[in-house]
């Protein structure tokens, strides 16, 4: 059995694979790193390999590391961002410092399509380019959904909202008022960005949308795009295939 972990900013996603057997462990929100591991099912003493790509910072990698190796038996393997790698071409000064999410979710991007456009509807909502020739061309970082909420409620005393759905039409309450006007701009930011970048690319371009936010956006994107929910799993399982 293989292993692969993707470790976000505030959540870790696993997914197991012994032949043609997949197990895909879902999503859990919680950086208590060596409790989150322990949830893994499946793969005690059992693995062959453990392949994980981590955002979460040097010393959480440790913690990481320790918690996969007295759950597995087997001495995990970090995947970082590169220079160059399966075809794509960092345009980072310092590779290392690109969040190797979103290295690998270009490189599986690239490896399946070609150009594209990498929408991560994370705690941070990312948009990164690829062109045919995997020239990574540079992206955008601003807040996610639920970044933004928190930074509104907590810097704004009056106004208490709970989680509600949204929609893109005005808001006739408080709560309304909020969810609607952030997926507003949250979907703006994105359209516009989207439709920049299929003039620079090819209007045929895939977008490809990825993130646990992505059902709170999607229905709200006025474009065609492919939802690719495991994308950064898809991408580390491709690159340890390779490189195994």
């Known amino acids: 059995m293989k292993l ?3 470790v976000g900013n505030t959540a870790l996603k696993w997914r ?8 895909q462990g879902g999503c859990r929100h919680e950086r208590r790193w060596a409790e989150v591991v322990e949830t893994i099912a499946g793969v005690d003493g059992g693995c062959e390999s453990v392949w ?29 961002s590169q220079a160059d790698d399966y075809g794509v071409t960092s345009c980072y000064p310092e590779p290392r410092r690109l969040g190797v999410d979103r290295w690998v979710a270009m490189v599986e991007c690239h490896q399946r399509f070609g150009a ?21 061309l540079g992206g955008y970082i601003v807040p996610g959904l639920g970044m933004l909420r928190g930074a509104l ?29 952030l997926l507003r701009m949250s979907v703006a930011f ?29 229905d709200a994107f006025g474009f ?6 495991d994308l950064v799993l898809d991408g580390l399982e491709r690159i340890a295939a390779d490189k195994e």
């Not at 456009?117 to 020239?135: F, K, M, R, Y």
């Not at 409620?153 to 006007?181: F, I, M, P, Y």
């Open 224 to 229: 065609d795009f492919t939802h690719v929910p």
């Open 16 to 23: 197991a694979r012994s032949g043609s057997d997949v197990v």
């Open 116 to 136: 594209g456009i990498i929408v991560d509807c994370g705690s941070a909502l990312t948009i990164d380019a690829v062109n045919a020739s995997g020239q990574f």
């Open 52 to 80: 994980v790509a981590s955002v979460a910072g040097a010393e959480s990698d440790k913690d990481i590391a320790n918690a996969l190796r007295l759950k597995t038996g087997v001495e995990p393997q970090f995947y970082y």
């Open 190 to 218: 994105v359209t516009e960005v989207v439709l920049e970048l299929r003039q620079v690319l090819d209007d045929t371009c895939k977008v490809l949308i990825t993130g646990g936010d992505a059902p709170a956006l999607m």
């Open 4 to 6: 692969f972990v993707d």
């Open 153 to 181: 409620l907590r810097d704004t005393a009056d106004v208490h909202v709970e989680t509600g759905s949204a929609q893109l039409g005005l808001g006739k309450s408080t709560a309304e008022c909020v969810h609607n006007g």
